[in-house]
């Protein structure tokens, strides 16, 4: 007969698998001193399963995924309820929803609505569902909101819809409707800030550097200089309207898009945007953001790949400004982001998050990025793409999730609350060495270590991500722990989030584990 463990048996396993080894620990020295960058946020998108769920799910269970999602309560034995994100994305639609089939894309699931009408005339009851969230981000205590576009409006597009077609390379959109295009932003941002739900950030451009001519999503391709223009007039209207909202740019599709110099117009960003004699420059723009904005896609394997993409972006970065912040602002897994794993299944063990968990470590401690965001927040699919998956109820079909249906926290979901939950925004990654040796390449196959810092309270959060199937004795150099112990947080097959202890002087990470460390008073 099976049996299931129950959540007192699981704390007690997971406690049991802190218990020290004999064998030779891992050694690394955290130098508190050695101060990385500065933690902006962790975050995760609401397109496009939150326009049904926000809008016709029972409340009950809206709340319960709003809590698994933004919450920073525990339970009764000081487990997290939720992984406590730091940035919501907002997804502005552009209309390929009110088109329905003529928009091109098959999948309601994947159009979006548009505030704006073919008339002019803004109808804020559109994208109820998505706004749900956003209160639902706002009521607990989420602090940045980033609005991002996939397309112009529909009745701004050369081509009518809010995809491209044609071959067409540049931006989908009408040159004498840009400033439109850009005002519309602004007037979004206006509007919301008015309802107290401030905007922090806009991103007017997805991965531009793809042609966006499936029939699964809106999205366009877009040059480097037909950015900067969008950028220009959203950069002024915001201005002119006293807001405090940042343009970002550019959600580049890969990492090396931010330096290739292939010819291409879409390429290069970094050096395109921000070198003061590039005519694409922003820098010297109110309302814009000093930060890149790349995705990590098709540059994580093979490993020694991933390593060396990273290591890479902040050189490139530094050449062009030596003040550039960088974001990692998507990633979700795709066929060609791995070997040996499916991409078009569901997960429910720890392998895609060991995965996800390895990326982290390394986008945040070799590209240097102070923000990290998952793809989407709730997802239909039955594939890695969402942190909070939904399966039907049961005899029910696919289509029935518009109204209801069940909530699957993921592996992958606890594994990014080991950072999320944690790691605060203002808090600073600081330096962590083996003392061993081992390069970033070989901490990718066993036991990843960082650090990070609250410098107002001292609290400390170390991660460790244990790829191996061999429990991992670690010893920690460089620190001064008052009471000699750490709460520990443990993400493992049998383990979410699941709250323990261990002494300082003797903590182990279990095979096939996320595991976080916190003390208050780190000296």
Not at 159 to 184: C, E, L
Request: hydrophobic share 40%; aromatic share 10%; with cysteine.
């Amino acid at each position: 007969m099976k049996k299931t463990l129950t959540a007192s048996m699981v704390a007690i396993v997971c406690m049991i698998m802190m218990v020290p080894l004999r064998a030779a620990p891992t050694v690394v020295t955290i130098a508190l001193h050695d101060e990385k960058q500065v933690i902006h946020s962790f975050g995760a998108s609401d397109a496009w399963t939150c326009q049904f769920v926000g809008e016709n799910w029972p409340l009950e269970k809206r709340n319960a995924i709003a809590d698994l999602l933004f919450s920073r309560d525990v339970d009764s034995k000081g487990n997290p309820r939720g992984i406590g994100l730091s940035m919501w994305r907002f997804n502005v639609g552009a209309g390929s929803a009110e088109q329905g089939d003529t928009s091109g894309i098959w999948s309601p699931w994947q159009r979006a609505e548009c505030f704006l009408d073919k008339d002019g005339k803004y109808d804020w009851n559109k994208q109820k569902g998505q706004q749900w969230f956003m209160q639902a981000a706002h009521d607990r205590g989420v602090p940045y909101l980033l609005a991002f576009t996939n397309s112009p409006p529909v009745q701004f597009t050369l081509n009518g819809i809010a995809h491209s077609s044609d071959k067409r390379w540049t931006y989908n959109i009408r040159k004498d409707a840009v400033p439109a295009y850009a005002d519309f932003l602004v007037q979004v941002a206006e509007h919301f800030a008015g309802k107290g739900l401030p905007i922090d950030y806009i991103s007017p451009a997805n991965e531009p550097q793809y042609i966006w001519e499936s029939d699964k999503q809106e999205g366009t391709p877009a040059e480097n200089g037909e950015i900067a223009e969008a950028a220009r007039l959203i950069s002024k209207g915001l201005h002119d309207k006293g807001l405090s909202t940042k343009v970002v740019v550019s959600e580049a599709a890969r990492f090396d898009y931010l330096w290739w110099k292939e010819g291409n117009p879409r390429q290069n960003q970094a050096d395109a945007f921000w070198n003061p004699s590039s005519p694409c420059y922003l820098g010297s723009l109110p309302n814009v953001g000093r930060v890149m904005l790349a995705h990590s896609y098709f540059t994580t394997w093979p490993l020694s790949k991933q390593v060396d993409i990273r290591q890479q972006v902040p050189d490139h970065l530094k050449k062009v400004d030596p003040k550039l912040g960088f974001w990692q602002s998507e990633f979700c897994i795709m066929g060609g982001d791995r070997n040996a794993i499916a991409a078009d299944k569901r997960d429910p063990e720890m392998d895609t998050a060991l995965f996800v968990a390895r990326l982290i470590h390394n986008d945040l401690t070799l590209a240097n990025a102070s923000q990290w965001s998952w793809w989407l927040g709730v997802s239909i699919g039955n594939n890695d793409d969402g942190l909070v998956c939904l399966g039907p109820m049961p005899g029910k079909d696919r289509d029935s999730l518009k109204t209801d249906g069940q909530v699957i926290p993921t592996k992958i979901f606890w594994a990014l609350g080991n950072y999320s939950r944690f790691v605060r925004p203002g808090m600073v990654r600081v330096g962590v060495t083996y003392d061993d040796g081992r390069s970033p390449l070989d901490a990718s196959t066993s036991l990843m270590v960082s650090a990070y810092l609250d410098k107002k309270t001292r609290q400390l959060v170390i991660v460790a991500v244990n790829v191996t199937d061999e429990a991992q004795p670690l010893r920690l150099s460089g620190l001064s722990v008052k009471g000699n112990s750490f709460d520990t947080y443990i993400t493992s097959k049998t383990c979410d989030l699941t709250r323990g202890k261990s002494s300082a002087d003797a903590v182990t990470i279990p095979p096939r584990s996320v595991v976080t460390l916190v003390d208050k008073t780190a000296l």
